[in-house]
């Protein structure tokens, strides 16, 4: 395997970073970057040292050399290449991280999730009525990983605060067995782009074949999760096989969640080189606006419509805000 770390790969173009990730040859793991300058989105980071920590675990031993740019004291301190499990060029001061950023963590067990949400929160700046719904996605989602992946080595997540924006970044990577096996079972998709639609729809869950999933899982973090980007105007990223769905930015219709992801302004990728497992990333800013405050109880209402719906099969409907 290849992976290059690029001078620039945030999620509005978080494709390039991609593209130039080769999984062919899985008996090795060779790590580059960009001999100037390395500028990367949280999720680029959580792949990263999912692929080192997967590469670890069946023996190989990463190669390669990251030049000693100007960002390497953000690299070490984020934890990159402990996770390469290869030491760094240089030696640092490590600083106190709470309320900025949070180190790539790796989650295996339901402890070390419940660390790193209490971790994390600090990262949000924010009131409860604000941090609840990104502390319920974070929480569903990594306790996906860890009961439904089957990542031999658990998930991986990390997180930058910028506070000139008020924004948070989020990425998180497993190695698991990725989207379209997680729902074989039960809902046939036909490829890595159909699953990728299947699981951003609310009900959908790989645990039930009954829409609206089980008492343990309703089927809905990611619906949830893509729902916050776009009330909060911004980028969400999904990976897994060959296929990605990225929500844009710009939205026409900012008022609408449309439980079927592909009515969003949103773009696809169906021949991406194939990762097994899933990659998550996500931008969201948290000013608390009233739009925001209130955007748990709209998406619950979204994702009790969006279910009772289906079950009359009429797919799809947009829910407006109030």
Not at 161 to 170: E, L, P, W
Not at 229 to 251: C, E, H, P, V, W
Not at 280 to 295: A, C, H, Y
Request: hydrophobic share 35%; aromatic share 8%; glycine share 10%.
């Amino acid at each position: 395997m290849e992976l290059h770390l690029p001078n620039s790969a945030h999620l509005q173009n978080i494709e390039g970073f991609i593209r130039k990730y080769d999984p062919r040859d899985r008996s090795r793991l060779k790590f580059s970057g960009h001999e100037k300058y390395i500028h990367v989105h949280p999720f680029a980071l959580a792949l990263a040292a999912c692929a080192g920590e997967a590469a670890h675990a069946n023996g190989v031993r990463a190669t390669g050399q990251i030049p000693n740019v100007a960002s390497m004291p953000y690299l070490i301190r984020m934890g990159l290449f402990k996770h390469l499990h290869i030491g760094p060029p240089i030696s640092i001061e490590e600083h106190e991280e709470s309320g900025r950023f949070l180190p790539i963590t790796q989650i295996k067990t339901s402890q070390d999730l419940s660390n790193t949400i209490t971790n994390l929160i600090p990262l949000l700046h924010a009131a409860p009525a604000v941090a609840d719904p990104i502390k319920y996605v974070i929480s569903e989602l990594g306790r996906n990983v860890i009961e439904h992946s089957g990542s031999p080595v658990g998930g991986f997540v990390c997180a930058q605060y910028f506070k000139d924006k008020k924004r948070i970044a989020i990425g998180i990577a497993d190695a698991g067995v990725g989207v379209k096996e997680a729902l074989r079972r039960y809902h046939h998709p036909s490829d890595d782009r159909h699953a990728l639609q299947l699981s951003l729809t609310p009900g959908v869950s790989g645990a039930t074949p009954r829409l609206g999933g089980n008492e343990t899982n309703a089927g809905a973090g990611l619906f949830f999760i893509r729902s916050i980007a776009k009330t909060s105007g911004n980028y969400f990223f999904l990976y897994s096989g060959k296929s990605s769905y990225k929500l844009l930015r710009r939205q026409r219709t900012t008022n609408l969640l449309y439980t079927d992801p592909l009515r969003e302004g949103h773009s696809l990728n169906l021949d991406l080189p194939h990762w097994q497992g899933t990659a998550i990333g996500i931008d969201i800013n948290v000013d608390e606006t009233r739009e925001f405050s209130g955007l748990l109880d709209i998406i619950r209402r979204s994702y009790r419509i969006g279910v009772k719906d289906e079950q009359k099969k009429k797919y799809f409907k947009g829910v407006k805000f109030t």
